[in-house]
């Protein structure tokens, strides 16, 4: 407790007061320079800032100087505490940085360890047959002038249903098993088509193309044509006076280019209520020449790029006029190209995390 005489002149006690201040910021900064553990940094703060602290003492005894005094200690004393306050703050984040770099130095691993083969040669590490492909999909379809977008895994209602024509309660909604999330408004997307409705939001004005590759995840029975998690890659072109035409032939030329030659196709009338037309495309499975085989399904036949016209609610949900634009769109499926190139006939192996199945296709 700070106590003054009553007979000394005011312009002598704000001196002392003033030199009181100028104590106190001094031993707060011996002490806070020799505190070096989080623990005492709280003690410093207790001791001069806290409630029952230094400077809260010397407060207290302001309210006994006359108004005039007071007003510019007060000024002085406030002042004094957001300084010590500040200075309190930088010590804690120093203090915390070194324990930080402590632990990672305590807990450093050494990442760059090498596997190495029988023969004690280092293996190189080499991308996953799913990231081969998609990046091969990506020169292609840049080569063709398209961008490529990507989108979030945590999709909202709107985005994966209701934008793509897709209203809530349209039985539609079953034909793909969804992970909802607990508020039932956010879902893992069950598809890329999401990505037609934010490129469009993103680009506004047509012509454009683009493209969005990434993981999709379905609540579904897994067996050697299913997996809860795989892969696809979106493709959208809006442009004026589009036809099936040019997305026929748009098709062929893709399929011709990922294959490298010439492959067989057929299209089927499919229904998805994103596209008017819509179909099903499908090419000659490559695994078994058409004989059938567990990844066709005994038919001869790989359902792998549907496929059809955007639909004008969906071009309106993207902030595009469907009187001025038109368009196409398609999934591919990753994971079934893969299993085509490769000739793998269960796609569970391809998420199997199994180094020595995804070692064969290093590059
Ligand atoms: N999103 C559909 C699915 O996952 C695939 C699809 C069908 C995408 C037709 C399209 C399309 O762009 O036009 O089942």
């Known amino acids: 407790m700070v106590h003054f005489a009553a007979r000394l002149k005011p312009h002598t006690l704000v001196r002392m007061m003033f030199e009181k201040l100028k104590v106190l910021e001094e031993t707060f900064n011996c002490a806070l320079r020799d505190g070096d553990s989080e623990a005492e940094l709280a003690n410093i703060k207790a001791q001069f800032l806290g409630r029952k602290g230094k400077l809260a003492a010397i407060l207290k005894a302001l309210g006994q100087m006359p108004m005039e005094e007071r007003r510019e200690l007060g000024r002085a004393a406030n002042d004094l505490k957001n300084r010590l306050l500040r200075k309190w703050v930088d010590a804690r984040a120093d203090i915390e940085k070194i324990s930080i770099d402590k632990k ?86 069950t598809h890329t088509s999401t990505i037609q409705i934010r490129g469009m939001k993103q680009k506004i004005k047509p012509p454009f ?64 209520p994103f596209v008017e037309p819509g179909f099903e495309l499908d090419i000659a499975c490559l695994i078994c020449h058409g004989s059938g085989c567990r990844v066709c399904k005994g038919s001869g036949w790989v359902e792998l790029l549907p496929c059809g016209m955007t639909h004008p609610n969906v071009l309106k949900h993207g902030g595009i006029d469907p009187d001025e634009y038109n368009g196409f769109a398609f999934g591919l499926g990753l994971d079934r190209l893969v299993m085509m190139r490769y000739g793998i006939d269960d796609v569970r192996l391809i998420h199997s995390g199994n180094i020595d199945f995804s070692k064969q296709f290093a590059v």
């Open 104 to 189: 990672l130095k305590e807990n450093w691993i050494d990442i760059s360890l090498r596997e190495r083969d029988r023969a004690g040669r280092v293996w190189e590490a080499g991308l996953h047959p799913v990231t081969i492909v998609q990046r091969e999909l990506e020169d292609i379809f840049l080569s063709m002038g398209f961008d490529i977008l990507d989108g979030p895994h945590i999709e909202d209602d709107f985005h994966n249903f209701t934008a793509l024509n897709i209203p809530e309660s349209h039985p539609a909604r079953d034909m793909q098993d969804t992970f909802w999330f607990k508020d039932l408004k956010h879902l893992l997307r």
């Open 209 to 272: 193309r683009f493209v969005g590759p990434g993981k999709v995840f379905r609540c579904e029975a897994i067996d050697a044509s299913h997996e809860a998690v795989f892969h696809q890659m979106e493709g959208m072109l809006i442009g004026r006076s589009i036809t099936v035409a040019n997305l026929i032939y748009f098709e062929k030329v893709l399929l011709n280019e990922i294959f490298g030659k010439e492959v067989e196709i057929r299209l089927r009338p499919g229904f998805f």
